[in-house]
């Protein structure tokens, strides 16, 4: 287990550098910061001036290399706009969206693992049509297509709830239900056919012949064998909301990471998308973590195994 | 005596999509179709059949984890259904069964011991003997040795499993114990332990035996009586001693003609190997007559129109054959 662990966290380690590595050359050949910031009329001599003053003249690998050390001392860079601690303005974003967040996936892991299980139970009836019928539709409609229709209704024709902004529990609804929406209905789906494979199992017909009662059956054999696939599209999801729901957060102008990253890209503000993608690298490397040590709870399997073979 | 097993009539049809699912276009797929046996206490009763002659349906049918369409099964004076209540419950423990995928047939996140003391916690929380305790002397009893007992089936051998799922089946005591295919997913090294510790328990427990099989010699070697079956029916019962020396329907002799002995040139005296031709029809598209007639190689005009009857042939001997006198007497002499 701890083996497996500290494997686990020396190829998360090498996955965060790949990404930051890759943000940061993507970064500096897909377009000019000082063209975007001066424009493009700018002199020539102060967009000369404005590259030597952020270090765009080095050569790559040089300020790749600074980029670094810098974060090694804990300097994330300023944002080219105001001069801002770029990571201070991603941290300062972290609240508004762990506040979707994390509402948003408590609602999807109560609503899509019971729909799923329910559906999977009742395979076939028009219960199990129903919950997939609102599945699928969940799955395919895209968010901002679902917000912008939750806009129109509750806002603009009911006026019951704000159609954008932030600044109160009236403001998140919307959001959270748009993010709700999909992610619950893509855990359904998983959910089912996660448990349909496990009830087909011979083990469960013996666990049954045993003359387990059904329930009992289902809670302590097909529950914990059904899980695996779970938790880990759980954990994707969680990650991803981490990281900041980028379309929900524009439709809806909720100051989030995923809103920030977006205009900072449009900016070219190197540093703020630099801060910005580090984070999310980390939350989601952090949420893969957690989710390789949930399964050795699970899965005897993976305990026995690395222990013995790593 | 009345047996402890009684089944009569039984029957289980599928249905199965035809070609065009907007239509309607279901077809019946009869798996079993009017099966009649009876087991007496003690006594092991094999099933042999090539794959899908409704084997392992009947194996469901009988300790009631599928509803039959018709027909009725008597356990020990009895009748069991397939409603899952508490009484049906309570009596799993009094039949119990054993799978043919050992691995599949054992939850993979509980331990060997976990396994068996299951059956225990169900159904005697309030026994004598600690639940743990008397799982470990039953996996002793089946030649499992105490360092297995932690292990997770990915960590067992093939016979390992096997003898997990055996002790598990065994721990409560069962008088019936339905085996179905027991070692075909076994090394041949250990089918033969896995058949010896089954002929041994069986004796050491009283058990009432059904056990499915496709492997004649496994079956001469551990059953008291023999049904062959064929297409969902039974074609020939009897004495497992009388049916495979002197076998009378031409399909059992195919069967035994087919099982490879070292030594000896035929199991059957003065007959060639048989080749079947063909596979085994369809369920969906059981032929007329006799259903054996498109690959029987003395079949005639009348095997094609009318069905054959159950013809007694000995004191426990039955075959349904227009042909059995010619054959019968053929092999006998």
């Given at each position: 287990?701890g083996r497996?662990?500290?494997?686990r966290?020396l190829?998360?380690?090498?996955?965060?550098?790949?990404?930051?590595?890759?943000?940061?050359?993507?970064?500096?050949?897909?377009g000019d910061?000082?063209?975007?910031?001066?424009?493009?009329d700018?002199p020539?001599?102060?967009?000369?001036?404005?590259?030597?003053?952020?270090?765009?003249?080095?050569?790559l690998?040089?300020?790749?290399w600074?980029y670094l050390?810098?974060i090694?001392h804990?300097?994330?860079?300023?944002?080219?706009r105001?001069?801002?601690?770029?990571?201070g303005?991603v941290l300062?974003?972290?609240?508004?969206?762990?506040?979707l967040?994390l509402?948003?996936?408590a609602?999807?892991?109560?609503i899509?693992?019971?729909a799923?299980?329910f559906?999977a139970?009742?395979?076939n009836?028009?219960?199990d049509?129903?919950?997939?019928s609102?599945?699928?539709?969940?799955?395919?409609?895209?968010?901002?297509?679902?917000?912008?229709?939750?806009?129109?209704i509750?806002?603009?024709?009911l006026?019951?709830?704000?159609s954008?902004g932030y600044?109160?529990?009236?403001?998140?609804?919307?959001?959270?239900?748009?993010?709700t929406?999909?992610?619950?209905?893509?855990l359904?789906?998983?959910?089912?056919?996660?448990m349909?494979?496990?009830?087909?199992?011979?083990y469960?017909?013996?666990?049954?012949?045993?003359?387990?009662?059904?329930?009992?059956?289902v809670?302590?054999?097909a529950?914990p064998?059904?899980?695996?696939?779970?938790?880990?599209?759980a954990g994707?999801?969680?990650?991803?909301l981490?990281?900041?729901?980028?379309?929900?957060?524009?439709v809806?102008s909720?100051?989030?990471?995923?809103?920030?990253t977006v205009?900072?890209?449009?900016?070219?503000?190197?540093?703020?998308?630099?801060?910005?993608?580090?984070?999310i690298t980390v939350s989601?490397?952090?949420t893969?973590l957690l989710v390789d040590?949930i399964?050795?709870?699970?899965?005897p399997?993976l305990?026995?195994?690395?222990?013995?073979?790593? | 005596?009345?047996p402890?097993?009684?089944v009569?009539?039984l029957?289980?049809?599928?249905?199965?999509e035809g070609?065009n699912?907007?239509?309607?276009?279901?077809?019946?797929?009869?798996a079993?179709d009017?099966?009649?046996l009876?087991?007496?206490r003690?006594?092991?009763?094999?099933?042999?059949g090539?794959?899908?002659?409704g084997?392992?349906?009947?194996a469901?049918?009988?300790l009631?984890?599928?509803?039959a369409?018709a027909?009725?099964?008597?356990f020990?004076?009895?009748?069991?259904?397939?409603?899952?209540?508490?009484?049906?419950?309570a009596?799993?423990?009094h039949m119990?069964m054993?799978?043919?995928?050992p691995l599949g047939a054992?939850d993979?996140?509980?331990?060997a011991l976990?396994q068996?003391?299951?059956?225990?916690?169900i159904h005697e929380?309030?026994?004598?003997?600690k639940?743990?305790?008397?799982a470990?002397?039953?996996?002793?009893?089946v030649?499992?040795?105490d360092n297995?007992?932690?292990r997770?089936p990915?960590?067992l051998?093939g016979?390992?499993?096997q003898?997990?799922?055996?002790a598990?089946?065994?721990?409560l005591?069962p008088?019936?114990l339905?085996?179905?295919?027991p070692i075909?997913?076994l090394?041949?090294?250990?089918q033969?332990?896995?058949?010896?510790?089954?002929?041994?328990?069986?004796?050491?427990?009283?058990?009432?035996?059904?056990?499915?099989?496709h492997?004649?010699r496994v079956?001469?070697h551990?059953c008291?009586e023999?049904?062959?079956?064929?297409?969902?029916?039974?074609?020939e019962?009897g004495?497992?001693?009388?049916?495979?020396s002197?076998p009378?329907?031409?399909?059992?002799?195919a069967?035994?003609?087919a099982v490879?002995?070292?030594?000896?040139?035929h199991?059957?005296?003065?007959?060639?190997?048989?080749?079947?031709?063909?596979?085994?029809?369809?369920?969906?598209?059981?032929?007329?007559?006799?259903s054996?007639?498109p690959r029987?190689?003395?079949?005639t005009?009348?095997?094609?129109?009318?069905?054959?009857?159950v013809?007694?042939?000995g004191?426990?001997?039955?075959v349904?054959c227009h042909?059995h006198?010619?054959i019968?007497?053929?092999?006998a002499?």
């Open positions: 287990m497996y662990m500290l494997s966290s190829r998360a380690l090498l996955t965060i550098f790949l990404v930051v590595g890759f943000a940061f050359t993507i970064l500096r050949l897909s910061p000082a063209m975007m910031i001066l424009s493009a700018a020539p001599e102060a967009i000369a001036a404005f590259r030597e003053s952020w270090g765009l003249d080095a050569p690998w040089q300020q790749f600074g050390l810098n090694f804990g300097n994330f860079g300023v944002s080219m105001d001069a801002s601690p770029a990571m303005l300062e974003a972290i609240p508004a969206t762990l506040a967040a509402p948003a996936f609602l999807n892991l109560l899509g693992i019971p799923g299980i559906a139970l009742h395979r009836s028009w219960m049509r129903l919950v997939m609102f599945s699928v539709a969940g799955h395919t409609l895209p968010s901002f297509v679902l917000g912008l229709l939750l806009v129109l509750f806002a603009v024709s006026g019951w709830l704000p954008g600044s109160g529990f009236e403001h998140a609804v919307l959001p959270v239900l748009t993010l929406v999909g992610g619950a209905a893509v359904a789906r998983y959910t089912r056919s996660s349909l494979e496990v009830l087909g199992q011979p469960i017909r013996a666990a049954s012949a045993k003359g387990l009662r059904w329930s009992q059956v809670i302590r054999h529950l064998n059904a899980a695996l696939p779970i938790i880990t599209i994707l999801m969680f990650g991803g981490i990281a900041g729901a980028v379309v929900v957060e524009s809806f909720w100051p989030g990471v995923g809103r920030l205009s900072a890209v449009g900016n070219r503000d190197l540093a703020v998308v630099q801060a910005a993608l580090l984070l989601m490397v952090a893969n040590a399964y050795c709870l699970f899965d399997r305990r026995a195994s690395a222990g013995a073979h790593q | 005596m009345t402890l097993l009684n009569t009539g029957q289980r049809h599928f249905f199965v070609k699912e907007w239509l309607a276009d279901k077809k019946i797929l009869r079993v009017g099966v009649t009876s087991v007496q003690g006594k092991t009763l094999g099933i042999v090539e794959s899908g002659c084997k392992s349906t009947m469901k049918l009988v009631g984890l599928i509803p369409t027909g009725t099964v008597e020990d004076g009895k009748p069991v259904t397939a409603q899952r209540n508490r009484a049906w419950r009596a799993r423990r119990q054993v799978y043919q995928d054992l993979r996140r509980l331990t976990e068996v003391t299951e059956p225990l916690l929380k309030n026994g004598e003997i639940p743990a305790v008397a470990q002397t039953m996996m002793r009893a030649g499992l040795t297995l007992f932690t997770y990915h960590e051998s016979g390992q499993r003898r997990v799922v055996l598990r089946a065994l721990v005591k008088s019936l339905v085996c179905d295919e075909s997913a090394d041949v090294s250990v033969a332990q896995v058949i010896n510790l089954l002929d041994d328990l069986r004796q050491q427990m009283n058990l009432t035996m059904l056990f499915i099989s492997d004649l079956v001469r551990i008291d023999v049904a062959v079956m064929y297409l969902g029916r039974i074609i019962q004495s497992a001693k009388e049916v495979l002197h009378a329907h031409p399909y059992t002799r069967l035994i003609s490879s002995t070292p030594g000896a040139k199991a059957i005296a003065g007959s060639g190997r048989i080749i079947l031709k063909g596979e085994p029809p369809n369920p969906v598209d059981i032929p007329t007559g006799c054996f007639h029987c190689a003395m079949a005009a009348h095997c094609k129109t009318s069905a054959p009857t013809t007694r042939l004191e426990s001997h039955t349904s042909l006198a010619m019968h007497h053929g092999s002499s």
